[in-house]
């Protein structure tokens, strides 16, 4: 009965070690957590575990920030997804180059790319633009491109959507097994539209999802058994909430309002990625640093440069909420199969 006792007690000591010691919160990540080295204008990130290499990948509109002699907004165009990847759970990140995505001609521009794995094949849901302008007068389109290594993509179908100038899809498995594609229609004052698919080629188009104010960049994820948005409004991050994936009620407030204290963080956070991971919400956003009073209009390069920041969401009291001036401890564990 002593003998009995004592492993009792043995035991019960072992759990409560177990359950006070301290969580392995990761690595503070830095502030920015990365700039592209090539064109300095990363924007519209996206990252996603590459099975294939055992390693995070970020995806990224690869602006060219520091061109010279460019004219209006041509030097957002011209560029393709820029890629970096991560060997420390997503603390700190560098440079891997770009997507070998097939080009039509040398002016082909690559946009805001979503990018979703599913059943051992990576889906990327692109938005094309076919040349380099001066102005937004042009169309977009979102392109279905897949690949099983992340680098190599082969371009399956254009979709048809709502119209002709339609960019930043966001893609999300519904409970049923089928999907939905949110997007910008910007025709419609930039509202958010979507569309539903049985195979993720072919898409219904089903209308308006969001119209109480601009945005784009939408992104949607579950969290706190609820579903979440979040979309760009040009003043931080709108979010939005939902039961059905269908009815969304805006939340109080913008995330990522206004001014943050660390390096390259003084103005609003821009088109985010969301990644739920091991319980815990990791947003990833951009901003344009260099666009604050104190820096002239003529000084084009910082106007136009851009850097991506990450910030860890809290979950309170049926809320979401962020302190971007917080050391954001992050640790992106590989997904379990």
Excluded at 251 to 268: A, E, H, S, T, W
Excluded at 288 to 309: F, L, M, N, T
Aim: hydrophobic content about 35%.
């Amino acid at each position: 009965m002593k003998k009995l006792t004592f492993l009792l007690l043995i035991l019960m000591i072992s759990i409560l070690s177990c359950k006070n010691a301290p969580v392995n919160k990761g690595k503070p990540a830095p502030k920015p957590l990365y700039r592209d080295p090539i064109f300095d204008g990363t924007a519209d990130p996206v990252v996603l575990w590459n099975q294939h290499e055992k390693k995070w990948f970020m995806f990224y509109t690869n602006r060219r920030a520091n061109a010279k002699g460019e004219t209006g907004v041509t030097w957002v165009h011209g560029t393709r997804i820029g890629l970096a990847e991560s060997f420390d759970n997503g603390a700190t990140w560098r440079y891997r180059g770009t997507c070998n995505i097939p080009l039509r001609t040398d002016e082909d521009t690559h946009w805001a790319p979503e990018v979703i794995e599913h059943d051992g094949v990576y889906h990327m849901y692109l938005t094309y633009v076919p040349g380099i302008f001066q102005n937004w007068d042009h169309p977009r389109y979102i392109e279905h491109l897949t690949s099983t290594n992340m680098i190599d993509w082969k371009i399956e179908s254009r979709l048809n959507l709502v119209n002709e100038k339609v960019i930043d899809a966001c893609v999300f498995r519904l409970p049923d097994g089928t999907w939905r594609m949110w997007y910008n229609n910007e025709i419609d004052g930039k509202s958010i539209y979507y569309a539903d698919s049985k195979d993720l080629d072919t898409w219904e188009d089903k209308g308006k999802a969001i119209g109480d104010q601009s945005g784009e960049g939408p992104k949607v994820f579950s969290w706190h058994d609820s579903y979440w948005m979040v979309t760009d409004v040009w003043d931080g991050l709108a979010l939005y909430k939902s039961d059905d994936l269908l009815d969304w009620k805006r939340q109080p407030g913008n995330l990522l309002q206004g001014v943050g204290i660390g390096k390259d963080d003084g103005v609003n956070g821009q088109h985010p990625d969301v990644v739920v991971n091991n319980g815990r919400a990791y947003l990833f956003y951009f901003t344009h640093p260099g666009r604050v009073d104190s820096i002239p209009r003529s000084d084009w390069y910082q106007k136009r440069r851009s850097s991506i920041q990450v910030v860890e969401l809290e979950y309170k009291n049926d809320k979401i909420t962020c302190d971007r001036d917080k050391t954001t401890y992050i640790n992106l564990l590989p997904p379990i199969k």
